[in-house]
C-alpha cells in the first residue's frame, strides 16, 4: 500500500510539473547594477494578479538586495577582518549570491520566502554592526525610505508586447502550452515630462 501511494504522488507531482510555465521576468532600466532579472514558475491556469503580486515583490526585494550591497560594501571594505562586521559581510555575500542575476544562467528560479529571509538577515546584522561602520540606525532607515520600489498596482506585466490584464489568467494569454517558458518584462507607468520653467509658456 505504501508503495502504490508513493507511485500515485509522484504521477501528481510529475502532471503537476508537466503544467508549469518557467517565467523569466526582467525589470529595472540599468541603472549602476543593470537591469535586474530572475526566473519564476508558475502554472497555466494561475491569475495573472496572483503572478503580479509574486514577480512584482522577488523584484523589488532582488533590487533591495542589490542596492543594500553597493551601499553597504565601501564601508565594510575599511573593517576587513573585524569580527565585528564579518556576520554581516556574511549576510550580503550570501544574500548577493542568491539574488544575483546570474541564476536565470543556472536555471534557478528565485523563491520570494528566502529572498525575504536574507533581507531581514542584513537588516538584523546592521543594527549589530552600523556604529563600527561609521553609520547610524537612522542612516538605514532613511536608505530604505529612498528606495524605489515596484508598486503592484500601478506595474504593468508585458509579454511579446501586450500587457497580461489583471483578472485573467495566464492561459487566457500563452493557451495551454505545457512546460514552456516565456519573458514577462515588469513596467512602471512613465510619468509625464517635469517642467523646468514651473509653468507653461504664455
Aim: with cysteine; aromatic share 6%.
Amino acid at each position: 500500500k505504501a508503495s502504490s501511494k508513493g507511485k500515485i504522488e509522484h504521477k501528481s507531482s510529475l502532471a503537476k510539473a508537466s503544467r508549469m510555465v518557467r517565467v523569466h521576468v526582467k525589470h529595472g532600466d540599468g541603472g549602476s547594477d543593470g537591469a535586474g532579472e530572475f526566473l519564476y514558475d508558475t502554472e497555466t491556469t494561475s491569475k495573472i494578479d496572483e503572478i503580479a503580486k509574486d514577480i512584482i515583490e522577488i523584484a523589488n526585494f532582488q533590487s533591495k538586495i542589490q542596492c543594500f550591497a553597493v551601499e553597504f560594501e565601501p564601508h565594510l571594505s575599511k573593517l576587513q577582518g573585524d569580527p565585528k562586521a564579518m556576520p554581516l559581510v556574511r549576510a550580503l555575500s550570501e544574500a548577493t549570491s542568491y539574488a544575483s542575476k546570474d541564476q536565470v544562467k543556472h536555471n534557478k528560479p528565485l523563491s520570494l520566502y528566502v529572498l525575504r529571509d536574507h533581507t531581514r538577515s542584513i537588516e538584523k546584522e546592521f543594527l549589530v554592526t552600523y556604529s563600527v561602520m561609521g553609520l547610524s540606525n537612522s542612516d538605514l532607515q532613511q536608505f530604505l525610505s529612498d528606495l524605489q520600489i515596484l508598486e503592484e498596482n500601478t506595474v504593468q506585466l508585458l509579454w511579446a508586447g501586450k500587457e497580461l490584464t489583471r483578472g485573467k489568467k495566464l492561459r487566457d494569454f500563452i493557451g495551454r502550452n505545457e512546460k514552456t517558458k516565456i519573458v514577462i518584462r515588469l513596467q512602471s507607468p512613465i510619468p509625464p515630462p517635469a517642467s523646468l520653467s514651473g509653468g507653461e509658456k504664455s
